[in-house]
């Protein structure tokens, strides 16, 4: 499978010619070599920061890890989780579905190739995923199975956790891999759902252009609207990155601001929080505090809580 994700990789680069680099008013030039390279790393960023945060999904809801909690890890933990725990993947392989119907079928493939594939797959489903798979299989077919009116759980953070794969196909093209997710990003979710797909996604593209993970998340962010509550909160966490020199502080500014969590059933009475954007934040709390030390950005983003294996994942991918 990741023989066919390097390929189309290589020729989504080559068909779109030389990708263009904000920083930069020439051309990015890339061998081949190198631009594997960075996919692999990807890949493998997400799937080590997903085991790494296994242990502590959704046990800190509200709070955070205490500094003097060690994370666990050691060698063969990737391998044993994966055999154990394989649900605790759908980051990986909900991704590795769609990118099998881009590689049989082709980018213009119907959204409903993609749609009917995870929808009939054998694996399991939470959230927004499992209601879209729900309503496909019931005949509302999508997009309007991720609508709100369909799907209660169209602003959570589903399709954020698995729009990699869009930014690894479109080296330095967010643009591109934006149109991507316009496709496939609406079949499990809307609004802020949406949205933190598209951000991932320009993050990884741009990761391929420049490894100051501050510029990243900057230039992935004009990928969203401004007035959107999902741009805001973004736009808050670099806010207080500047303000604050401890993780902390900001954590506890988007927990005033930002820890409501109204889009989910689970999570109304409780500090239970799977919305996007609240996750998203952390994955930026990570990268930012992290400013490019993958294992200080893994342990933010998984002390930072709620959704601690998926924002890892993100966070980790985008370094990879």
Known sequence: MIKHILSAACICFAMFGQAQSKNNTGSLRMSKETLQDKIRGGWAGQTIGVTFGGPYEFKYNGTFIQANQPLTWYDGYLKKTMTDIPGLYDDIYMDLTFVDILERVGFDAPVDSFANSFARAGYDLWFANQAARYNILQGIKAPASGEP????????????????????????????????????????????????????????????????VSYVVKEALKTIPVKSEFYQCIADVIKWHKQYPDWHSTWFELQKKWANDMVC????????????????????????????????????????????????????????
Not at 273 to 282: E, G, M
């Open 149 to 212: 009116k369909n799907n209660l759980q169209a602003d959570a953070i589903d399709y954020q956790i698995e729009a990699d794969y869009s930014g690894l196909m479109h080296p330095g093209m967010p643009n591109a891999a934006s149109v991507l997710n316009d496709k496939i990003g609406h079949i499990m979710n809307y609004g802020d759902g949406w949205y933190g797909g598209v951000f991932v996604g320009a993050m990884y593209s741009i990761a391929f252009t420049s490894s100051d």
């Open 265 to 320: 059933p689970q999570g109304v009475f409780v500090p239970f929080n799977i919305d996007a954007k609240i996750n998203a934040a952390y994955v930026v709390l990570g990268l930012l505090y992290g400013n490019g030390d993958y294992a200080k950005t893994l342990d933010i983003s998984t002390r930072a809580g709620q959704d601690a294996d998926c924002n890892p994942s993100t966070a980790g991918g985008v370094l990879g």
